[in-house]
């Protein structure tokens, strides 16, 4: 029993040894005053560095979404709660100096409900989100997600959910590029 015990304090502490935890996140607010929508995203996100090409991540966020619609003269607003859970395993692919090219590949969750609405809405992802990530200082990171390979879905007779819309495929527009700093232990 002792020669167990002893075999994995020195893999933790091996482990240990090698690992960084870094703690950081993604904060958005897009506002369109045409449409009169808002949308307001926090994502605080920490993870833990197992080596220099391997860590492990988990991203908990909250989403509002508000619309306001005017329709024959009657207005209505349509408030929208989402909270997400992804967990992620980040490869490093490349180091160029204080530059880094990742690929986040995970599972997320979220679990969204409506104002007025009786029942929440579930969706998911499984995918792959490409990265870059800047090393400004020895303890602080500048990162950008630039992306989504794979498939989300809202479930049924749902077209959009709070990842995006429902599908399969690869998508690179400006929707999807988003920005964060992270703060290395």
Same mark, same amino acid.
């Not at 090698?18 to 996100?45: C, H, M």
């Given at each position: 029993?002792?020669?167990?015990?002893?075999?994995?304090?020195?893999?933790?502490?091996?482990?240990?040894?090698?690992?960084?935890?870094?703690?950081?996140?993604?904060?958005?607010?897009?506002?369109?005053?045409?449409?009169?929508?808002?949308?307001?995203?926090?994502?605080?996100?920490?993870?833990?560095?197992?080596?220099?090409?391997?860590?492990?991540?988990?991203?908990?966020?909250?989403?509002?979404?508000?619309?306001?619609?005017?329709?024959?003269?009657?207005?209505?607003?349509?408030?929208?709660?989402?909270?997400? @859970? %992804?967990?992620?395993? &980040?490869?490093?692919?490349?180091?160029?100096?204080?530059?880094?090219?990742?690929? #986040? +590949? $995970?599972? *997320?969750?979220?679990?969204?409900?409506?104002?007025?609405?009786?029942?929440?809405?579930?969706?998911?992802?499984?995918?792959?989100?490409?990265?870059?990530? @800047? %090393?400004?200082?020895? &303890?602080?990171?500048?990162?950008?997600?630039?992306?989504?390979?794979?498939?989300? #879905? +809202? $479930?049924? *007779?749902?077209?959009?959910?709070?990842?995006?819309?429902?599908?399969?495929?690869?998508?690179?527009?400006?929707?999807?590029?988003?920005?964060?700093?992270?703060? %290395?232990?």
């Amino acid at each position: 029993m002792k020669k167990l015990f002893l075999t994995l304090l020195v893999a933790v502490s091996a482990l240990s040894a090698s690992a960084q935890v870094y703690l950081g996140g993604e904060v958005g607010l897009w506002r369109n005053s045409d449409a009169k929508t808002t949308n307001f995203t926090i994502k605080p996100e920490i993870g833990y560095g197992l080596n220099d090409k391997w860590a492990l991540g988990l991203v908990l966020g909250y989403q509002h979404d508000y619309k306001s619609v005017e329709l024959l003269g009657l207005k209505a607003t349509n408030k929208v709660n989402s909270f997400i @859970v %992804n967990p992620y395993a &980040r490869y490093t692919a490349a180091q160029f100096g204080p530059v880094s090219v990742f690929l #986040d +590949g $995970g599972f *997320g969750f979220a679990t969204s409900k409506a104002s007025g609405a009786d029942d929440s809405v579930n969706s998911w992802q499984v995918g792959i989100k490409p990265g870059v990530a @800047v %090393n400004l200082t020895k &303890r602080l990171s500048f990162v950008t997600h630039v992306g989504f390979l794979g498939y989300q #879905d +809202g $479930g049924k *007779g749902t077209t959009e959910n709070a990842f995006g819309e429902n599908g399969f495929g690869f998508n690179l527009s400006g929707n999807n590029l988003t920005f964060g700093l992270y703060y %290395n232990f």
